[in-house]
C-alpha cells in the first residue's frame, strides 16, 4: 500500500519537475517526452502514490542512455478507424504513447461514443490511472490495462506456486461532480502484497480471493499485451533491438454524455459517492471512509500547497538519478 512516510523532506512541485525533465534529458530524450514523462512521474509524487514515482526513473533513465528502450522514437499511428486507433511506440517509455493513444481514444468517444486505443512496442507506462484519469477529466469512464510479452511464461523449478502469477497495472474511473473522482488504480492482483513470508497460508483460508485475482491479471494480460499487439512475431524483432521494449497497453474511453449524460452521471457518481460514506463504518484501523481515488485528491491538495513528502525511498531514487546524472538535487543536500 502507498502509505506515506514517517519521516520526509519536503520538495517543491516545479524542484521535481525541473529536476526529472533534467534527467531525461540528460539520458538523450527529446525535452516535450522527458516534460511529459516528468509530468506523470511527479503527477504520482503529489496523489501519494509512492509506487509509481521518482522510484522508477533511475531505472528508466538508465535503460535510455544504455540502449535498452529507444531515446529517439518514432511514435506513429499504424492503423485507425472510427472507433479504434494503434500506436507504435517504437521501443520507447510506454508514457508517450499512451498518452497519446488516450487522446485518439477520447477523440473518438465524443465522435460515436466509445474509443480505443492501442499501444504496441514500449517500455513500462507507469500507474494505469494517468491514463484514466485524462479520460475522466474528459467527461468519459476510463479503462486501462497494461500487458507484457510472453507474461505468464516462468522458467523456474520448481514451478511456482499459480496463487500468484503477475501483476500487470489495471484502472477505472469515473467522473464525479462535487466529489472527487472515482479512480481504482492498482496492479491485477488484489493481493500482490499479501504473497510469501508469513502468508504461506493464505490461498488455503481464502482461496476465492485468489481465483478472481488471477482472473483479473489474465484480463489485463490479454488485453495489455494480445489485443494490443505487443506479442505479435514482429515484437519479437523488436525485443531484440530494445530489450526493455516488450509491453503494450490500451484505454478505453466511453463518453457518458451519449449515454445517460454528463449531468446526470456525476450526479449519480456523487450520490454513491455520499451514500457509501454515510451509510458504512471504517475499515479497521480507518477513521473515515473514502472511496478510490478520494484520499489521492486530498494528498493533491496538500502537496501542492505545503510540497511533496519525500521518503527515504525517494531520496534514495533521487540521488541515485544525481550519481548517475549529475543533476543537482531537487533539495539542497
Given amino acids: 500500500m502507498n502509505l506515506p512516510p514517517d519521516e520526509f523532506i519536503l520538495v517543491a512541485e516545479e524542484a521535481e519537475l525541473a529536476f526529472l525533465e533534467a534527467c531525461f534529458t540528460w539520458a538523450g530524450v527529446a525535452f516535450e ?10 503527477n504520482s509524487e503529489l496523489r501519494g502514490v509512492r509506487s509509481h514515482g521518482i522510484g522508477w526513473a533511475p531505472g528508466y533513465v538508465r535503460n535510455l542512455n544504455e540502449g535498452q528502450l529507444n531515446r529517439e522514437p518514432d511514435i506513429r499511428v499504424v492503423q485507425e478507424n472510427a ?6 511506440g517504437d521501443g520507447f517509455l510506454g508514457y508517450v504513447p499512451t498518452v497519446r493513444a488516450t487522446e485518439l481514444a477520447i477523440a473518438k468517444a465524443r465522435e460515436v461514443g466509445v474509443g480505443m486505443g492501442l499501444v504496441r512496442h514500449i517500455g513500462h507506462y507507469g500507474a494505469a490511472g494517468h491514463y484514466t484519469r485524462m ?24 514451478k511456482p506456486s499459480v496463487t500468484y502469477t503477475g501483476a ?27 504473497i510469501g513470508e508469513g502468508y504461506e497460508d493464505l490461498p488455503e483460508r481464502v482461496p476465492g ?19 494490443t ?10 525485443n531484440e533491438k530494445w530489450s526493455s521494449a516488450r509491453a503494450g497497453g490500451m484505454v478505453l474511453a466511453i463518453d ?33 471512509v473514502l472511496l478510490p481515488g478520494g484520499i489521492e485528491a486530498e494528498t493533491l491538495e496538500l502537496h501542492r500547497r505545503e510540497g511533496i513528502r519525500f ?20 533539495w539542497q543536500d
Fill in 83 to 88: 472507433t479504434t486507433a494503434v500506436v507504435d
Fill in 33 to 42: 517526452h522527458a516534460a511529459l514523462i516528468s509530468r506523470l512521474l511527479t
Fill in 229 to 238: 499487439g505487443a506479442s505479435l512475431d514482429e515484437a519479437g524483432a523488436i
Fill in 256 to 288: 457518458v454524455s451519449m449515454a445517460v449524460g454528463d449531468a446526470a452521471f456525476r450526479q449519480e457518481v456523487d450520490r454513491y459517492v455520499r451514500d457509501i460514506q454515510s451509510s458504512f463504518e471504517p475499515m479497521p484501523g480507518y477513521d473515515r
Fill in 135 to 158: 479520460c475522466a477529466e474528459a467527461g468519459c469512464v476510463g479503462y486501462s490495462v497494461q500487458g507484457f510479452r510472453h507474461d505468464g511464461k516462468r522458467h523456474q523449478d520448481p
Fill in 168 to 194: 500487470p497495472p489495471i484502472s477505472f474511473a469515473f467522473p464525479g461532480g462535487d466529489e472527487p473522482d472515482i479512480v481504482l488504480d492498482m496492479v491485477a492482483h488484489a493481493l500482490s502484497g499479501y
Fill in 311 to 330: 521518503g527515504e525511498r525517494e531520496q534514495q531514487a533521487a540521488r541515485a538519478l544525481h550519481e548517475y546524472t549529475g543533476v543537482p538535487l531537487p
Fill in 209 to 227: 480471493a485468489f481465483f478472481k485475482s488471477m482472473g483479473l491479471v489474465a484480463t489485463a494480460a490479454v488485453m495489455g499485451a494480445g489485443l
